[in-house]
Protein backbone atom coordinates (compact mmCIF):
# COMPACT_ATOMS: atom_id res chain seq x y z
CA UNK A 1 0.00 0.00 0.00
CA UNK A 2 1.18 3.62 -0.60
CA UNK A 3 2.34 5.27 2.03
CA UNK A 4 -1.55 6.65 3.19
CA UNK A 5 -2.39 6.97 7.27
CA UNK A 6 -6.05 8.06 8.57
CA UNK A 7 -6.18 9.01 12.25
CA UNK A 8 -8.53 7.96 14.20
CA UNK A 9 -9.60 4.92 12.64
CA UNK A 10 -12.54 5.15 14.48
CA UNK A 11 -14.32 7.97 16.47
CA UNK A 12 -17.10 8.19 18.12
CA UNK A 13 -18.90 11.39 18.87
CA UNK A 14 -21.77 13.26 19.87
CA UNK A 15 -24.09 16.08 17.69
CA UNK A 16 -23.12 19.50 17.62
CA UNK A 17 -19.36 18.49 18.18
CA UNK A 18 -16.57 19.41 16.40
CA UNK A 19 -14.59 16.60 14.60
CA UNK A 20 -10.93 16.65 13.21
CA UNK A 21 -10.27 13.62 10.61
CA UNK A 22 -6.30 14.07 9.28
CA UNK A 23 -5.35 12.39 6.19
CA UNK A 24 -1.13 11.67 6.22
CA UNK A 25 0.99 10.94 3.10
CA UNK A 26 4.65 10.01 2.17
CA UNK A 27 4.31 10.05 -1.02
CA UNK A 28 4.92 13.50 -1.81
CA UNK A 29 1.52 13.39 -4.11
CA UNK A 30 0.16 16.80 -5.32
CA UNK A 31 -3.53 15.47 -5.04
CA UNK A 32 -5.72 14.53 -2.42
CA UNK A 33 -9.10 13.65 -1.52
CA UNK A 34 -11.94 13.07 0.95
CA UNK A 35 -14.58 10.75 -0.33
CA UNK A 36 -17.25 9.17 2.20
CA UNK A 37 -18.63 6.25 1.59
CA UNK A 38 -22.16 4.93 2.54
CA UNK A 39 -24.36 2.12 1.17
CA UNK A 40 -25.90 2.52 -2.00
CA UNK A 41 -24.02 5.51 -2.87
CA UNK A 42 -20.94 4.36 -3.45
CA UNK A 43 -17.66 6.69 -3.22
CA UNK A 44 -18.66 10.68 -3.11
CA UNK A 45 -16.07 13.17 -3.55
CA UNK A 46 -16.11 15.73 -0.14
CA UNK A 47 -13.33 18.16 -0.99
CA UNK A 48 -10.29 17.63 -2.39
CA UNK A 49 -6.53 19.27 -2.93
CA UNK A 50 -4.21 20.30 -5.55
CA UNK A 51 -1.92 21.75 -4.10
CA UNK A 52 -0.78 23.59 -0.18
CA UNK A 53 -3.49 25.81 0.12
CA UNK A 54 -5.51 25.18 -2.89
CA UNK A 55 -8.76 23.76 -1.75
CA UNK A 56 -11.93 23.19 -3.74
CA UNK A 57 -14.95 21.58 -3.56
CA UNK A 58 -17.31 18.26 -4.29
CA UNK A 59 -20.01 17.05 -4.38
CA UNK A 60 -21.01 16.74 -0.91
CA UNK A 61 -19.39 19.49 0.83
CA UNK A 62 -22.02 20.79 2.59
CA UNK A 63 -20.93 20.55 6.34
CA UNK A 64 -17.44 19.85 5.33
CA UNK A 65 -14.10 22.10 5.59
CA UNK A 66 -10.58 21.19 4.85
CA UNK A 67 -7.46 22.50 5.43
CA UNK A 68 -4.24 22.07 3.35
CA UNK A 69 -0.60 23.48 5.49
CA UNK A 70 1.68 21.01 3.79
CA UNK A 71 2.03 18.65 1.55
CA UNK A 72 1.62 15.24 3.19
CA UNK A 73 -1.44 16.29 5.22
CA UNK A 74 -4.81 16.97 4.41
CA UNK A 75 -7.49 17.56 7.26
CA UNK A 76 -11.32 17.47 6.88
CA UNK A 77 -13.15 18.84 9.82
CA UNK A 78 -17.10 18.95 10.54
CA UNK A 79 -17.67 22.00 12.36
CA UNK A 80 -20.86 20.80 14.05
CA UNK A 81 -21.53 16.62 13.57
CA UNK A 82 -24.68 15.64 12.50
CA UNK A 83 -25.79 12.16 12.50
CA UNK A 84 -26.27 11.79 8.56
CA UNK A 85 -22.41 12.11 8.92
CA UNK A 86 -22.26 9.39 10.49
CA UNK A 87 -19.93 7.39 7.75
CA UNK A 88 -16.89 6.05 6.21
CA UNK A 89 -14.55 8.23 5.22
CA UNK A 90 -12.00 7.35 2.87
CA UNK A 91 -8.73 9.75 1.96
CA UNK A 92 -7.13 9.41 -1.80
CA UNK A 93 -3.96 10.60 -2.92
CA UNK A 94 -2.69 11.01 -6.87
CA UNK A 95 -0.21 12.60 -8.90
CA UNK A 96 0.38 12.43 -12.71
CA UNK A 97 4.53 12.47 -12.45
CA UNK A 98 4.45 10.19 -8.84
CA UNK A 99 3.38 6.48 -8.81
CA UNK A 100 4.61 4.31 -6.14
CA UNK A 101 3.46 1.10 -8.01
CA UNK A 102 4.92 2.48 -11.48
CA UNK A 103 1.17 1.72 -12.72
CA UNK A 104 -0.12 4.54 -15.30
CA UNK A 105 -0.40 8.14 -14.18
CA UNK A 106 -4.20 8.37 -13.04
CA UNK A 107 -4.41 5.93 -10.13
CA UNK A 108 -5.80 6.69 -6.79
CA UNK A 109 -4.46 5.36 -3.74
CA UNK A 110 -6.75 5.05 -1.04
CA UNK A 111 -6.13 5.14 3.11
CA UNK A 112 -7.70 2.86 4.96
CA UNK A 113 -10.24 4.52 6.23
CA UNK A 114 -12.18 6.17 9.28
CA UNK A 115 -15.12 4.94 10.29
CA UNK A 116 -17.25 7.91 12.42
CA UNK A 117 -20.23 7.29 14.32
CA UNK A 118 -22.48 10.55 15.78
CA UNK A 119 -25.09 9.81 18.00
CA UNK B 1 -21.33 17.27 -13.90
CA UNK B 2 -20.33 14.16 -14.64
CA UNK B 3 -22.98 11.12 -13.40
CA UNK B 4 -22.00 7.86 -13.88
CA UNK B 5 -24.88 4.86 -13.41
CA UNK B 6 -23.72 1.18 -12.20
CA UNK B 7 -25.48 -2.15 -12.72
CA UNK B 8 -26.40 -4.57 -10.99
CA UNK B 9 -26.20 -3.05 -7.34
CA UNK B 10 -25.63 -6.95 -6.57
CA UNK B 11 -24.48 -9.89 -8.36
CA UNK B 12 -24.31 -13.39 -7.06
CA UNK B 13 -22.02 -16.30 -9.57
CA UNK B 14 -21.77 -19.70 -9.10
CA UNK B 15 -17.57 -20.10 -9.11
CA UNK B 16 -16.77 -20.57 -12.78
CA UNK B 17 -19.09 -18.71 -14.01
CA UNK B 18 -18.47 -15.32 -15.40
CA UNK B 19 -19.45 -12.00 -14.04
CA UNK B 20 -20.48 -8.72 -16.11
CA UNK B 21 -20.73 -5.08 -14.42
CA UNK B 22 -21.91 -2.54 -16.45
CA UNK B 23 -21.71 1.59 -16.19
CA UNK B 24 -23.07 3.74 -17.78
CA UNK B 25 -21.67 8.00 -18.11
CA UNK B 26 -22.94 11.31 -18.88
CA UNK B 27 -20.28 13.67 -19.92
CA UNK B 28 -18.80 12.57 -23.22
CA UNK B 29 -15.48 14.26 -22.48
CA UNK B 30 -14.68 11.90 -19.95
CA UNK B 31 -11.95 10.21 -20.94
CA UNK B 32 -10.28 7.86 -18.27
CA UNK B 33 -12.20 4.72 -16.65
CA UNK B 34 -10.87 2.91 -13.59
CA UNK B 35 -12.50 -0.20 -11.81
CA UNK B 36 -11.98 -0.31 -8.13
CA UNK B 37 -12.40 -3.77 -6.42
CA UNK B 38 -13.02 -3.09 -2.26
CA UNK B 39 -13.03 -6.42 -0.25
CA UNK B 40 -15.34 -6.35 3.45
CA UNK B 41 -13.30 -4.04 5.65
CA UNK B 42 -10.59 -2.55 3.34
CA UNK B 43 -9.85 0.12 1.01
CA UNK B 44 -10.80 0.59 -2.77
CA UNK B 45 -7.97 -0.89 -4.96
CA UNK B 46 -7.23 -0.14 -8.27
CA UNK B 47 -7.82 -3.67 -10.84
CA UNK B 48 -7.90 -2.21 -14.13
CA UNK B 49 -8.67 1.08 -16.10
CA UNK B 50 -9.32 1.81 -19.71
CA UNK B 51 -8.25 5.46 -21.52
CA UNK B 52 -10.81 6.45 -24.25
CA UNK B 53 -8.28 5.44 -27.16
CA UNK B 54 -8.62 2.04 -26.54
CA UNK B 55 -12.00 -0.31 -26.92
CA UNK B 56 -10.76 -2.96 -24.69
CA UNK B 57 -7.93 -3.92 -21.98
CA UNK B 58 -7.92 -7.53 -20.68
CA UNK B 59 -5.65 -8.35 -17.17
CA UNK B 60 -5.63 -12.28 -16.46
CA UNK B 61 -9.19 -13.32 -16.07
CA UNK B 62 -10.29 -9.72 -15.79
CA UNK B 63 -11.40 -7.45 -18.79
CA UNK B 64 -13.11 -3.69 -19.45
CA UNK B 65 -14.47 -2.84 -22.52
CA UNK B 66 -15.23 0.66 -23.79
CA UNK B 67 -18.36 1.87 -25.94
CA UNK B 68 -17.30 5.93 -26.30
CA UNK B 69 -20.50 6.28 -29.22
CA UNK B 70 -22.85 4.81 -26.45
CA UNK B 71 -21.33 6.08 -23.26
CA UNK B 72 -20.64 2.75 -21.53
CA UNK B 73 -18.26 0.87 -20.04
CA UNK B 74 -18.29 -2.95 -18.54
CA UNK B 75 -16.25 -4.83 -16.51
CA UNK B 76 -15.88 -8.80 -17.11
CA UNK B 77 -14.70 -11.18 -14.68
CA UNK B 78 -14.31 -14.50 -16.02
CA UNK B 79 -13.50 -18.08 -14.39
CA UNK B 80 -14.68 -16.45 -11.02
CA UNK B 81 -13.15 -17.66 -7.49
CA UNK B 82 -14.23 -17.07 -3.70
CA UNK B 83 -12.01 -14.21 -4.04
CA UNK B 84 -13.72 -12.62 -5.93
CA UNK B 85 -16.28 -11.70 -3.63
CA UNK B 86 -15.91 -8.01 -3.00
CA UNK B 87 -17.75 -4.98 -3.72
CA UNK B 88 -16.75 -3.22 -7.12
CA UNK B 89 -16.95 0.05 -8.31
CA UNK B 90 -16.56 2.06 -11.45
CA UNK B 91 -15.64 5.56 -12.19
CA UNK B 92 -14.83 8.25 -15.03
CA UNK B 93 -12.72 10.97 -14.64
CA UNK B 94 -14.88 13.99 -15.78
CA UNK B 95 -13.73 17.24 -17.87
CA UNK B 96 -10.95 18.47 -16.29
CA UNK B 97 -8.58 21.47 -15.61
CA UNK B 98 -5.67 21.24 -14.39
CA UNK B 99 -7.23 21.91 -10.70
CA UNK B 100 -9.37 19.19 -11.29
CA UNK B 101 -6.77 16.68 -13.32
CA UNK B 102 -7.50 12.93 -11.37
CA UNK B 103 -10.99 13.84 -9.93
CA UNK B 104 -12.75 11.34 -10.20
CA UNK B 105 -16.69 10.58 -10.20
CA UNK B 106 -17.80 6.83 -8.74
CA UNK B 107 -20.85 4.61 -9.58
CA UNK B 108 -22.33 2.92 -6.50
CA UNK B 109 -21.21 -0.23 -6.42
CA UNK B 110 -21.61 -3.88 -6.87
CA UNK B 111 -21.26 -6.50 -4.49
CA UNK B 112 -20.50 -9.40 -6.01
CA UNK B 113 -20.37 -12.72 -4.05
CA UNK B 114 -18.81 -15.83 -5.30
CA UNK B 115 -20.61 -19.65 -4.04
CA UNK B 116 -18.22 -22.37 -4.37
Not at chain 1, 80 to 107: L, M
Amino acid sequence: DAGITQSPRHKVTETGTPVTLRCHQTENHRYMYWYRQDPGHGLRLIHYSYGVKDTDKGEVSDGYSVSRSKTEDFLLTLESATSSQTSVYFCAISDWEKNPSGSPDHEQFFGPGTRLTVL
Amino acid sequence: GENVEQHPSTLSVQEGDSAVIKCTYSDSASNYFPWYKQELGKRPQLIIDIRSNVGEKKDQRIAVTLNKTAKHFSLHITETQPEDSAVYFCAARPRKTTDSWGKLQFGAGTQVVVTP
